[in-house]
């Protein structure tokens, strides 16, 4: 199935319309069972989400046949990686290789682009070939926000697969031919935040002042849905696993009837029509990274 696990919700409060909170770990269980049941094979995680890697590790079926991705540490506060930062990246990989329990997985991103992009980027990317060649990894890659990174970490590094931000309000890496070259060269395409965190799904009437400018988009969006019988979960969703050049379009949940209309969802044929009527091109309202705190 192309349907994948977004795990941030498993071990932290996430999403602007996110109202249950972290799941517990019999939810968190359940999830999982339910999950493998239904043939999702990826789980996306980091050493930053909270204590995601270790909810996961505890809670993974016997015998499960997930691909799990995990992430690097950021450096933001860094001027740029050294031999130190290169230290602390193998160490954080092999605690999160102890806290979910295994002894080697799917892929290992940098989570934030600018690491690779910023003073010692290539001494960063070598040291994940160093993890790929131990064999405790499979593929090697990086997380992007923007087009701009993806373009010039391609030109850069031979990565192995790459996750980025696709939905109906943000198409910019379809729309740029990315996609495009992404799987002409084989590297695996992971898509994230086909519901951008929930605000696609949000009653247009309630949304938090700061999207003020893009409310009527949103209804737009609602209103196009509705008319093709679907409702705004089921539209987000179908834009995002038509893209043909996406391996995996990953969702994040949180309880098992989130998980249950999901997988309705994916069962269903239609196509959203004419997306390219709502597309968003302000990163302050297609990028999560430049919102404010929602309380």
Avoid at 244 to 271: K, W, Y
Wanted: net charge neutral; with cysteine.
């Amino acid at each position: 199935m192309k349907l994948g696990l977004g795990t941030v919700q498993f071990g932290q409060d996430y999403g602007v319309s996110n109202v249950l909170g972290k799941p517990s770990l019999e939810v968190v269980r359940d999830l999982l069972a339910v999950a493998q049941s239904a043939q999702i094979k990826t789980l996306d995680t980091a050493a930053q989400y909270g204590d995601s890697e270790a909810v996961i590790g505890m809670c993974l079926p016997v015998n499960h046949r997930f691909e799990i991705v995990t992430k690097t540490p950021g450096f933001r506060s860094r001027p740029g990686i050294g031999d130190e930062e290169a230290g602390l990246v193998r160490s954080i990989f092999d605690r999160s290789l102890g806290r979910l329990g295994c002894s080697s997985i799917f892929g290992l991103l940098v989570h934030r682009a600018g690491d690779l992009l910023g003073p010692g980027g290539t001494l960063l990317f070598e040291t994940l070939q160093q993890i790929k060649k131990s064999k405790r990894v499979q593929h090697i890659g990086v997380s992007v926000q923007d087009t701009t990174q993806l373009e010039t970490i391609i030109s850069r590094y031979p990565i192995d697969i790459v996750q980025l931000p696709l939905n109906v309000f943000n198409q910019s890496f379809r729309t740029s031919g990315l996609l495009e070259r992404l799987r002409k060269t084989n590297i695996v395409v992971h898509t994230r935040s086909p519901f951008l965190q929930g605000l696609l799904l949000m009653n247009p009437a309630r949304l938090p002042a700061y999207f003020t400018p893009i409310r009527d988009r949103l209804r737009a969006f609602h209103d196009h849905a509705a008319r093709q019988g679907m409702t705004p979960l089921q539209a987000a969703l179908s834009y995002a696993l038509s893209i043909q050049e996406a391996d995996t379009v990953l969702c994040g949940v949180a309880a098992a009837n989130q998980l249950d209309e999901i997988l309705v969802a994916v069962r269903r044929h239609d196509s959203l029509q004419n997306p390219e009527e709502f597309v968003v091109n302000d990163p302050m309202f297609t990028n999560p990274s430049n919102w404010p705190e929602f309380q």
